[in-house]
């Protein structure tokens, strides 16, 4: 964990070059220039919208099938409030499967 490259303040990210305040500025900068395409964006609502739902306490955190933590995951970015509970290494596998 070394300074950020940007504003020489120690980094509390392990893997990244930037502190938060420094990634942030940076991808709000990268952003104007880089829009999001329809499908990506329609895939950001949804988890947007999820998410709010989630913070709400509308929809309630489950653990993987696994028992370990878990992150949501979109079946289907058409219903936002369908989400199945899939911990990182099964999510991961899950998308990469799906390639």
Do not use: F
Request: aromatic share 6%.
């Amino acid at each position: 964990m070394g300074p950020c490259a940007r504003c020489g303040i120690n980094s509390r990210r392990r893997t990244h070059a930037y502190c938060c305040t420094c990634h942030a500025k940076n991808m709000r900068n990268w952003r104007k220039s880089h829009p999001l395409n329809p499908v990506a964006r329609a895939k950001d609502n949804c988890r947007s919208y999820a998410n709010v739902y989630k913070r709400r306490g509308k929809i309630v955190p489950q653990p993987c099938h696994c028992g370990a933590s878990a992150e949501m995951h979109h079946p289907d970015y058409d219903q936002p409030l369908m989400v199945e509970w899939l911990c990182r290494e099964h999510h991961l596998a899950l998308h990469k499967a799906a390639t």
